[in-house]
């Protein structure tokens, strides 16, 4: 036996004995042993089979010293700060899957090419440590049955190339199991990529800040400036890494978003109406700042109502389920008029804190201010803006409150214009025949007092 078959088989049994049995191994080592194994340490570092931090054994023996010590610090974690920030697959034929890693380093595999990396240290048919790094992690859920061989220039394992493997699991099923950031549309822009991040903290904004306000340069108090400085830390991270960014986006989902969005739309859609409500209760006090008299309170809702227009149109071609969205933002607009509909009466007709109040019939009604005496150049209060919306899943999960609306809009006190009450029945046609049913024929409108 020659004195490198020696040192390769001290090898392999330094390398069984650690893996099997290192206890007995240390219990009575001779000195010889301890002496053979050292000198084969010195001589070649790096076993012929290299055991993966994830218990995978891999034969390197047709490696020279120095490959090997390459492919020990790509498959043993310990060894290196490699990680993964995000991977993509390119529309290429054959597909190309890129592996972005951290310190700016890119892994390309596709087809039957030889895998590269952009840190230029394979050269000449030889891997580098992020391309074993790479293989190790394509193969961790291998079973642990006998060694795999590794080509010299990362190729493949055990005669089978890396993107063949991709092709075979699924890239995306890969990426999901070793919790790799996948990048499934184009990166935006950075300013593009700040104003999305904004979009998607502002869901945990502590004052309730919709997105457009959370990006306000207006004066916030503490605790809205420091979740701002939050989000700019966030944002610098992000931009550097883009696998935070990937990351985000799956945590914060749009879906997620919405339901969030709509959560405080509810809460401000109720805040405007108690306001209202305890303005005409108590009238301006020092805890009722605002003074919501009917016309603040009209130009309030009439705010939200753009606002859900405007949130709708910016999210229904990336949201992943468009019924769901119209759908909510239909609910939040009927609530509205639901609302509305309920406060068809004189404002201030038992008031007794004040002995002042407005003349115009529209100052002193709600209803009146925004769907009876509404400017020609308003248009159809929530209605023209329900028309944008599709309605089936509004009809289906709404149709009581519909009902409900409309049996309001029949019995208020001033009638609905004909305008509106055609509006409604042709967006809800549904509602034609109970209308009829109900009203018994038509019947002339009450003039305003």
């Known amino acids: 036996m020659s004195v490198e078959e020696l040192s390769k088989l001290s090898l392999a049994e330094t390398m069984v004995t650690t893996r099997a049995g290192a206890a007995r191994a240390r219990a009575a080592p001779s000195q010889d042993t301890q002496q053979s194994a050292s000198s084969s340490e010195a001589s070649s570092p790096t076993p012929s089979l290299i055991v993966s931090t994830n218990g995978l054994q891999y034969d390197v023996s047709e490696f020279d010293g120095d490959l090997r010590k390459r492919a020990k610090r790509g498959l043993i974690y310990e060894d290196n700060d490699i990680e993964m920030k995000f991977c993509e697959a390119t529309e290429d034929d054959p597909k190309k899957y890129l592996f972005h890693l951290a310190d700016d380093i890119t892994v390309a595999m596709n087809g039957g090419n030889t895998p590269k990396c952009s840190c230029g240290a394979n050269e000449d048919g030889r891997a580098c440590k992020h391309i074993f790094w790479m293989l190790g992690q394509l193969t961790s859920q291998v079973q642990k049955t006998q060694p795999l061989q590794l080509a010299k220039d990362g190729s493949t394992v055990r005669d089978t190339r890396p993107a063949e493997l991709i092709k075979k699991y699924g890239f995306e099923t890969i990426a999901g199991h070793l919790d790799w950031p996948l990048l499934e549309e184009e990166l935006p822009e950075e300013e593009d990529m700040v104003d999305e991040i904004a979009n998607m903290l502002s869901v945990f904004e502590p004052t309730d800040d919709l997105p457009a306000d959370f990006k306000s340069d207006e004066t916030r108090d503490l605790s809205s400036r420091k979740y701002q400085e939050f989000k700019d830390l966030i944002a610098d991270h992000a931009k550097k890494n883009n696998g935070l960014y990937i ?98 009466f004189d404002a201030y007709e038992n008031i007794t804190w004040s002995s002042e109040h407005p003349t115009d019939p529209k100052d002193r009604n709600l209803f009146v201010f925004l769907i009876y005496a509404r400017p020609e150049d308003e248009g159809l209060f929530v209605l023209d803006t329900l028309q944008g919306l599709p309605q089936d899943g509004v009809i289906r999960h709404h149709w009581a409150l519909i009902q409900g609306i409309l049996e309001k809009l029949n019995r208020s006190n001033l009638w609905t214009p004909q305008e509106y009450m055609d509006a409604f029945r042709t967006l809800y046609p549904e509602t034609r025949k109970r209308a009829a049913s109900e009203t018994g024929g038509s019947s002339a409108k009450r003039p305003m007092q």
């Not at 306001?275 to 605002?290: L, S, V």
């Not at 130009?299 to 939200?304: H, Q, V």
Request: glycine content about 6%; hydrophobic content about 40%.
């Open 247 to 344: 990351q985000l986006q799956g945590i914060i989902d749009r879906a997620f978003r919405a339901r969030v969005f709509f959560a405080k739309i509810d809460h401000r859609i109720d805040r405007a109406f108690d306001a209202f409500q305890e303005y005409i209760a108590k009238g301006p006090t020092r805890t009722n700042a605002a003074q919501v008299d009917v016309k603040n309170c009209a130009n309030r809702l009439k705010g939200l109502v753009q606002t859900i227009a405007e949130y709708y149109h910016e999210q229904i071609e990336e949201h992943p389920d468009p019924e769901d969205l119209a759908t909510r933002a239909g609910k939040a607009l009927l609530d509205i008029l639901d609302g509305v509909a309920d406060r068809d």
